[in-house]
């Protein structure tokens, strides 16, 4: 039987790729909510000057940042859960 586990001492640097995703987690999150106001002000623009098109590009940028928060906030449990469900194979 075989029996292989992730190794975080196999490699020099682990350490700092961890740390160099969770910043990049963290710039992507406050990209994500500077996404969320910038389109939410495109929203209400738009909503306010009787222009559909515009409010429409605004209602599609909220979707996608939050989108974009969500993939952001659940990722690391997202690959928890499948390296999990892996593990029962």
């Known amino acids: 039987m075989i029996d292989i586990a992730p190794n975080t001492n196999g490699l ?19 990209c994500a909510v500077l996404g969320v106001i910038v389109s939410a002000i495109i929203w209400a623009l738009g909503a306010n000057s009787s222009n559909p098109q515009l409010a429409g590009r ?20 997202a690959v928890n859960f499948f390296w999990n469900v892996g593990q029962t194979v």
């Open 58 to 77: 605004g209602k599609s940028g909220v979707l996608v940042a939050l989108g974009a928060a969500i993939i952001c906030g659940a990722s690391v449990a």
């Open 12 to 30: 020099p640097g682990i350490a700092a790729l961890q740390s160099v995703v969770g910043a990049l987690m963290t710039v992507g999150l406050i």
